[in-house]
């Protein structure tokens, strides 16, 4: 028989996971939200984000997608406390940094929402690393494994 010996995490381990769940979801949300946006849901944008969500491509949709669900199945893994979840952060992130680098610098984003719109997208970043992090020091506690 073997023996696999594991710490008892915190309690904040626990609010941290369920944060990160609850986080991750809404990003499937928003995910959802956009990519199954009705032509009468685009029409009532103006006209400058319509422009933007036309011309979003398949790539960076595709990159958003393994941003969140990534993210949400990465969750789920650190709460059954599995060491699994630090790989799928880091698939969550890369997804991240793809649809980000579209966003930032390819589309025209900045010129429609300004620099307050960007708010989010970095916040979404810092969270990602986090997350990263925050899984590391689980492995590291053997809180998970």
Known sequence: ??????NKPPLWFWIVGVVALIWNLM???AYIGQAYMTDADLASLPEAEQ????NYP???????AIAVFGGSIASIALLLRK???KTLYVISLLGIVVQMIYNFFI????????????????????????????SNK???????S
Do not use: Q
């Not at 028989?1 to 594991?6: E, H, L």
């Not at 398949?58 to 958003?64: I, K, L, M, R, S």
């Not at 492995?139 to 998970?144: A, E």
């Open 138 to 144: 689980c492995i590291s506690k053997n809180w998970i």
């Open 51 to 54: 422009a933007l969500y036309a």
């Open 83 to 85: 060491k699994l979840a």
């Open 1 to 6: 028989m073997t023996n696999i010996s594991t």
């Open 58 to 64: 398949a790539w960076a949709t595709a990159a958003f």
């Open 27 to 29: 990003g499937v949300m």
């Open 107 to 134: 589309s025209e984003a900045m010129d429609v929402y300004g620099p307050g719109g960007m708010i989010m997208p970095v916040m979404i970043i810092i969270i990602g690393f986090y997350l990263i992090g925050f």
